[in-house]
Structure formats: C-alpha cells, structure tokens
C-alpha cells in the first residue's frame, strides 16, 4: 500500500440539508482536495454547489471510486456511512441541525424543485432524522475505521472562526486554512430556522 493510500479518507456527512455542502465548501477553501464530479448543479437552495460524487450512492455495490479518495474530502449521506469498506480510514465531519430546521429546509427545496412534500406530518419526519441521526453517531462511535467530529450547523453560523479552527485542529490543518473556512460562512444562507 502506498503513502497516499494510506492516507485517512475526509468524510462530511449528516442529514440532508444539515450543511454538508456548506462545510464541502470550507474545506475546498482550505486547500483539500475535493472528490466531487458536479453533476448536481447549483441551485437556489445551495448556491455554492453540493459537491456531490454519483458513485457514491452505488458504494454498496461498487466501491472502485474509494481508490481516489484517500487525502480528500467526500460527501458521504449518513445512511451511506454503513456501506463504507472497513478497510479503509476515515475521518468524518458530521454536520448536525436541529432536524425542525431541516425538515422545513427540505420543504422549501422541494417546492422549489416542484416536487411533492413528504406525506408524513413535520413533527414526525423530525422526530425520523432524530432517530437518523442518533443511528449514525453510534455507528461512528463503534466502527474502529472512523474518526469523527460533530460540527452544529446553528454554532458554525453564529461562530464561523471557532468552528473553523475546530474542524482544522482536527484535520491537522493551519490558522490560514481556518481563517479561509470561516470566510465562506454566509449567515445569510441561513434562511430557515425554527
């Protein structure tokens, strides 16, 4: 195994519409490389881009895209974190949001995008990305492979600087690479809240 492969795979991930996009940004404005092929463009709901990679929703099945991830950073969706090879090391940002916000997020996006809101009453798709969520965070607790930082949405927002030196303490990266993370949080972004 070479150097490079050995090298921790950076995983941002959380629930939808928890700012993952948001953080796949500082990162990039750190200097990390980005595993993303933008076949999701920018939108009104995330004006920066999603830096989404397609195959990573096949991981499952085909998991050859991982060869290029070591020493970069990838948007991995939180119930795509099981289907990672346990062979490999990763340290994973988790973007967490109060899941009212999120849930009132996605609405709006999917009105946006003139799709059909989910059938389910607000307080319950809340209380399933709760659950989600507390899923996810035992998963990371558990799984050797991972390293994880959780990262609030609301704090990042209200406290870009601190956040952003948090996340470049863990990444073992600079005060310039913090600085330049903090410089792409855009609290005007911050349009729904409850």
Known sequence: MSDESRQPIIVVSGIPRSGTSLMMAMLRAAGLDL????????DESNP???FELEAVRRTRSDTSWLTHAPGRAVKV???????LPHDRSYRVILMERKPSEVVASQNRMLERLGQPR??????RLARIFAAQNDETKELLE??????WLSVSYEELILRPLALAERVATYLGLD????????RVVDPALHRTRH
């Open 118 to 123: 989910s059938d389910l009453p607000a307080e």
């Open 142 to 147: 558990h799984e050797a492979c991972f390293q």
């Open 77 to 83: 969706i939180h119930r795509l974190l099981r289907d």
């Open 35 to 42: 595993l993303s092929d933008e076949a999701r463009p920018a």
């Open 175 to 182: 005060s310039q690479a913090a600085d330049a993370m903090a």
């Open 48 to 50: 920066r881009g999603y």
